[in-house]
């Protein structure tokens, strides 16, 4: 059973509009998230973290919120750029361990 | 260059044979992972490795054996491949100094097994 799942497989948005990915998790031990960004043909690369001590953290056109309570993560990015197009990844870990959970990911799709 | 590479990028291989992915690191990280990637499941975490005398399964271990030959090399075999390992399969490193996240990955490998 995942632990951390990314219920929209894809997701379309215009160039300049707001995008929200979204990532739920069910083991409440899962106290260091982090977002990461794939394009074809190359590896994920970091975007963006939180820590459960915090319930927002933003970077430039990133911002993470985290409800604990609710067990779900999310990414905005505002605004969106047509370079921002690839799957994003959260991914979950115990004291900001080693082993990562990751989601199955969401396609994000900025059309310009 | 990359700081972390892998070899080969892409493989079609048979069934029954033996495969080794490859994967070094300039980053200077004692820590190193291993993952294979499939539709709609993510990342999942075959092995990992603290340093050179250290190795851990992962969630998805079975079928797979690696090697660390040294802190900058980690290898990944499948010592009888099996059509279900095709995947794409990435290695990562991380640095304890800043808490082992994040992690790097490389560009990774595609793998088809017939």
């Known amino acids: 059973d995942q632990q951390v799942k990314q219920n929209s497989p894809s997701l379309s948005v215009q160039e300049g509009r707001i995008s929200i990915l979204n990532c739920d998790y069910t083991?409440?031990?899962?106290?260091?998230f982090l977002w990461y960004k794939k394009y074809p043909a190359e590896g994920p690369t970091f975007l963006i973290s939180?820590?459960?001590?915090?319930d927002k953290n933003e970077d430039g056109r990133f911002t993470v919120f985290l409800n604990k309570s609710a067990k779900h993560l999310s990414l905005h990015i505002v605004p969106s750029q047509p370079g921002d197009s690839a799957v994003y990844f959260c991914?979950?870990?115990?004291?900001?361990?080693?082993?990562?959970?990751f989601g199955g990911g969401t396609r994000l799709m900025v059309k310009p | 260059d990359a700081d972390v590479t892998q070899t080969p990028r892409n493989r079609i291989t048979k069934t029954g044979k033996r495969i080794m992915l490859e994967c070094s690191q300039t980053?200077?990280?004692?820590?190193m992972y291993w993952y294979r990637q499939d539709p709609g499941l993510g990342l999942r975490l075959i092995y990992y490795?603290?340093?050179?005398?250290?190795?851990n399964k992962g969630e998805i271990s079975d079928g797979y054996s690696v090697s660390r030959q040294a802190q900058a090399k980690f290898s990944l075999s499948l010592e009888s491949a099996i059509p279900n390992q095709t995947a794409l399969y990435f290695c990562?490193?991380?640095?304890?100094?800043?808490?082992?996240?994040?992690?790097?990955f490389g560009d990774g490998t595609r793998l088809s097994i017939l």
């Open positions: 083991n409440s031990m899962f106290d260091y």
């Open positions: 991914a979950a870990s115990f004291n900001a361990g080693n082993m990562l959970t």
């Open positions: 490795s603290f340093d050179v005398k250290d190795i």
């Open positions: 980053k200077g990280h004692d820590r």
């Open positions: 990562a490193t991380s640095d304890p100094a800043t808490g082992n996240q994040p992690q790097h």
């Open positions: 939180i820590s459960s001590i915090k």
